[in-house]
Structure formats: C-alpha cells, structure tokens
C-alpha cells in the first residue's frame, strides 16, 4: 500500500506536508469498510487512520490564517448532510471534498469571507461530480474510492439532490436554514 501525499500548487505548505508524513499514521481495530472478509474474521482486522494528518491539515493547512473560511464551508456541508438526510455520506466524506477544493483553490485569498458562497459552491459541485461517477479518492491513499461502498443507485440518488441545491443554492439554503 502506498501513501500518497500530493502537493498540487502550494496545498499544503512542504513544512506541514514534512511534519504530517513525519507523524505517520495510526490502526485501528475496524475492519476496512467494504471488505468482503466474512462476519467471523472481521474482529480481526484493523484500520488505517490518517485523523491526525487530517486535524492537521484543517488547522495548519492553510497556514493557520484566522480569516479564511473553510469550517464554516464545512459546517454549512454538515448541516446540508444532516437535514437533507445524505446517508451514507459521513462528514469524513465532506472532509475530503474540502481537502481536494483546498488543492485546487490553495491561495489564501480563495478562502477568505467573501468567497465563502463560492466556495460552498465549488465543494458541491466537487460532490456532485464524485457521486456521479461513484469515485471519490481517499484523501491520503488515492488508489483507494472512499464511494466504492455506496450502492450505485443511491449515488445517483445523492448527486441529483445536490444538482437541486446547485440550481438554486440561496433558496435552497433559505429553506433549511
């Protein structure tokens, strides 16, 4: 298995990219989503998680700049999932998305206030595209689809509700919050 830690202009900084690659990761005793090990082995397997490379990356990764937006993009999302009842979408899931948007909007000024609807609107049509093909990399082992265990009809299910939102993200918005 590989890690792969790609820098994609700038996101994130090489120095947390060093530290978080430094620190490793953790197993954990889950079996692996998806697997296809039968009930009476599964107590046995272990997981990877990357939850400190991941908490890292939300606090340091965009330098640390109090201004930017991106947990309130990301509360915005958990709410979303929550009210509109987007199961089996986790906020890990979310996670990743504002992970990749990070990648492809790495300067400091893509994030700060003003762009909050812009970027709410990148990272939907980010999970709208992901749904659509059923594919969505995890974020630190990108040979591996986090969606692959996502029947194929509720993925379809999922990206036309978020085509709804994209339509009319304000009204939509309105009428949760």
Avoid at 28 to 44: D, L, M, Q, Y
Avoid at 110 to 120: A, D, I, P
Wanted: proline residues 6%; positive net charge.
């Amino acid at each position: 298995m590989t890690v792969l830690f790609v820098l994609i202009q700038g996101w994130p900084n090489q120095s947390l990219v060093r530290e978080i690659c430094g620190d490793g990761c953790h197993l954990v005793p889950k079996p692996p989503k998806g697997s296809s090990v039968p009930a009476h082995g599964k107590e046995f397997l272990w997981r990877y998680s990357f939850s400190s490379g991941e908490k890292k990356l939300l606090l340091k990764g965009g330098h640390g700049e109090p201004s930017s937006c991106k947990k309130q993009v990301l509360r915005i999302l958990k709410v979303l999932n929550e009210e509109l009842h987007l199961h089996p979408l986790k906020s890990y899931h979310l996670k990743t998305m504002l992970f990749f948007e990070c990648e492809a909007n790495p300067h400091h000024s893509h994030w700060s206030f003003n762009r909050l609807g812009e970027r709410f609107l990148g990272l939907l049509k980010r999970l709208e595209n992901c749904l659509r093909q059923r594919n969505c990399p995890h974020y630190f082992m990108r040979e591996f689809n986090v969606f692959e265990v996502f029947p194929q009809q509720r993925c379809a299910e999922l990206s036309g509700k978020i085509q709804d939102i994209l339509r009319n993200p304000e009204a939509e918005l309105n009428r949760l919050l």
